[in-house]
Nanobody
Framework: VQLVESGGGLVQAGGSLRLSCAAS????????MAWFRQGPGKEREFVTG????????YYGDPVKGRFTFSRDNAKNTLYLQMNNLRPEDTAVYYC????????????????WGRGTQVTVSS
């Protein structure tokens, strides 16, 4: 399994970014796929994801209503649309894949990308 994130950058507060995660070596129908983030001096935090069993999209409370998870099965690519960005969204964003149904538990994921930096200025 290989996961490669892209699309990070520097944006002003209130702006938008779209992250991508190109996946290979797996089938979305068999994996729980998620985005996590880790801000400076903080623990890794669940952002959003879909588990393979129910296909429901889950969101962490800090991003509800602002971020949107999507995926293109034909391209084996995940997307994270981030709107109304805030300085507290500054973090390295990671794509993750695993077989667990505990979608918010980072230690349950077997495969991770290297991450992409998102910086939101005030």
């Amino acid at each position: 399994v290989q996961l490669v994130e892209s699309g990070g950058g520097l944006v002003q507060a209130g702006g938008s970014l779209r992250l991508s995660c190109a996946a290979s070596g797996l089938s979305f129908s068999s994996y729980t796929m998620a985005w996590f983030r880790q801000g400076p001096g903080k623990e890794r935090e669940f952002v959003t994801g879909v588990n393979w069993a129910d296909g429901i999209t889950y969101y962490g409370d800090p991003v509800k209503g602002r971020f949107t998870f999507s995926r293109d099965n034909a391209k084996n690519t995940l997307y994270l649309q981030m709107n109304n960005l805030r300085p507290e969204d500054t973090a390295v964003y990671y794509c993750a894949a695993g077989r667990s149904l505990r979608i918010e538990v980072s230690s349950d994921y077997e495969d991770w990308g290297r991450g992409t930096q998102v910086t939101v200025s005030s």
